[in-house]
């Protein structure tokens, strides 16, 4: 994967940094309650400054569909983002037009400002390419330091790029950096863990992974539908009946491609899906009754799935074992996450994980640090494992 970075970018002293930003942050009361998405900013907002460059920074808020909605404006963001910044944050009115303008040519060399939300003209999210000349003629080069957004062919995620020269920002580079090393061009033998409740909804996901992949573990809600197109008795667990013949189709393809499927060979069931409940471990294939509801994955089957990762060079991870936000069905997750973040930490180990529920889960067990990268890129971390063009990447190609 080539793409052009900021070590490509010459001579930037004087010069204006159009930066696309996820600020698209927690927000309550209209402060913003997790500055995480703002500090990931800082290493390419910082290099700009210190090579001498303007910094305008471009990013969406909410879903205000075209519409200037006071309550998604991104001016609450200035003040945390200048406690970050460590440095004064501007900010103008409008992303285009005379407000942008003024404030930009009033920056100082080094300066920062931060633009009003993109969204709130319709243009963007239709890539108009009236709208994405306009962005673009504010500034000298672009800068997209927002994976997250890059599966979206907007005005200022991929039109812009067409216009003036475009580079990935740091944040965007480690992005891409760490997905090659997991699926474009990884240590083999590979191995990935994809969990979550339903199979409907990672279709071209696993259709993707069975033909990278040496072995595919399989949990979650997702594992019941497996283990129920087996024929195996899964009494009353989330299941997607109707996608048995699908995940038939799915196994089939992954042995014709010489990918191992590994299924729960014991699970965690109980009755009650609430903190505590009565649980007990069984044998997959064991008799269940109505009542009885696969919530996690067995020891034996963590065991299993340890195994294979000790034989494996890469890791690639999204989607979590069991019901991991009700303990005692959070055991199977935890207890994985910190195997694999052991090796990870030896260096033993190339593990990279995405998505909301995974990175959540990875919290949960402590182990975020240790991986050697967690994605928060939702859609576009699913969109990039399912081996979807990403638009906004696609314009940063060398």
Known sequence: MTFRTLDDAKDLAGKTALVRVDFNVPMEGGKVTDDTRLRVAVPTIQRLRDAG???????????????RVPSMSLKPV???????LGAPVRFADDCIGGPAVEAIRDLDAGGVLLLENVRFHAAEEANDPVFAQK???LGDLYVNDAFSAAHRAH???EGIAHHIPAYAGESMRRELEALDAALGKPQKPVIGIVGGSKVSTKLDLLKNLVGKLDRLAIGGGMANTFLYAQGV???GSLAEKDMADTAREIMAEAEAKG???L?????VVAVEVKP??????????????????????GPETVARLNAAVDASKTLIWNGPLGVFEIPPFDAATVAAARHVAERARSGALVAVAGGGDTVAALNHAGTSDDMTFVSTAGGAFLEWMEGKVLPGVEALRA
Do not use: M, W
């Not at 200035?78 to 970050?84: D, F, G, Q």
């Not at 505590?276 to 994955?297: M, N």
């Open 233 to 235: 008795d899964i009494g």
């Open 276 to 297: 505590g409940a009565e649980a007990r471990t069984v044998k997959t294939g064991e008799p269940l009754s109505a009542d009885d509801k696969i919530l996690d994955a």
């Open 263 to 267: 299924l729960p060979v014991d699970v």
């Open 78 to 84: 200035v003040e945390p983002l200048e406690n970050v």
């Open 259 to 261: 990918c191992e499927i």
């Open 135 to 137: 962005l673009a003629d």
């Open 53 to 67: 460059a303007k910094v305008a920074l471009l990013a969406h808020f909410d879903r205000p569909k075209g519409q």
């Open 155 to 157: 005005a200022s995620t």
